[in-house]
T-cell receptor, first 114, second 112 residues
């Protein structure tokens, strides 16, 4: 059974810092990996999707990497801003008998203070 | 504007009553999903549908039912058999099963 773990559970940084959020998964047979952002009481906003054949994907100040063989992904946020404060969720699209199902990590709660 | 709408935003029901949560999308996506989010447990898949008139159980389908009569709509019914229905419910859609999923704003259901 696929399990997704995110470290750290919470992170508090001053504005302007570069930071890294970590995601690990137990079964490397994935189609792709998706990073989301969730603001309190809101739905999820898709940030980046990395295909299993890709090593990284970039969008603005965000860069996500994927090492499928070791079961790891990182989300790098450059020059953090207070508006980046949210919960960041990692999810993997499974293969095999669980084709297309998303398995989520518990999330990292990020606080960027001015 | 293309997107996913869920209604209502907040829903209150008495124990023992069935309740239906609405999810509509105008993205022309074939696949739709229902998740439940509880504090400390992350998101868990309830049901998903890859195409109209077809749906499959997710990891926690007991006490829930769905229908997919139209491509745009995937309503979720929380029945009285669901032991702990109070939660935040999220609907999502994608072009197909392994494609990028897009989420609606969610419905917070409180059952007392």
């Amino acid at each position: 059974k696929q399990e997704v773990t995110q470290i750290p559970a919470a992170l508090s940084v001053p504005e302007g810092e570069n930071l890294v959020l970590n995601c690990s998964f137990t079964d490397s047979a994935i189609y792709n990996l998706q990073w989301f952002r969730q603001d309190p009481g809101k739905g999820l906003t898709s940030l980046l999707l990395i295909q299993s054949s890709q090593r990284e994907q970039t969008s603005g100040r965000l860069n996500a990497s994927l090492d499928k063989s070791s079961g790891r992904s990182t989300l790098y946020i450059a020059a953090s801003q207070p508006g980046d404060s949210a919960t960041y969720l990692c999810a993997v699209h499974a293969g095999g008998t669980s084709y297309g199902k998303l398995t989520f990590g518990q999330g990292t709660i990020l606080t960027v203070h001015p | 504007d293309g997107g996913i709408t869920q209604s209502p935003k907040y829903l209150f029901r008495k124990e023992g009553q069935n309740v239906t949560l609405s999810c509509e999308q105008n993205l022309n996506h074939d696949a739709m999903y229902w998740y439940r989010q509880d504090p400390g447990q992350g998101l868990r898949l309830i049901y998903y549908s890859q195409i109209v008139n077809d749906f499959q159980k997710g990891d926690i389908a007991e006490g829930y039912s769905v229908s997919r009569e139209k491509k745009e709509s995937f309503p979720l019914t929380v029945t009285s058999a669901q032991k702990n229905p109070t939660a935040f419910y999220l609907c999502a859609s994608s072009i197909g099963p392994p494609d990028e999923q897009y989420f609606g704003p969610g419905t917070r259901l409180t059952v007392t």
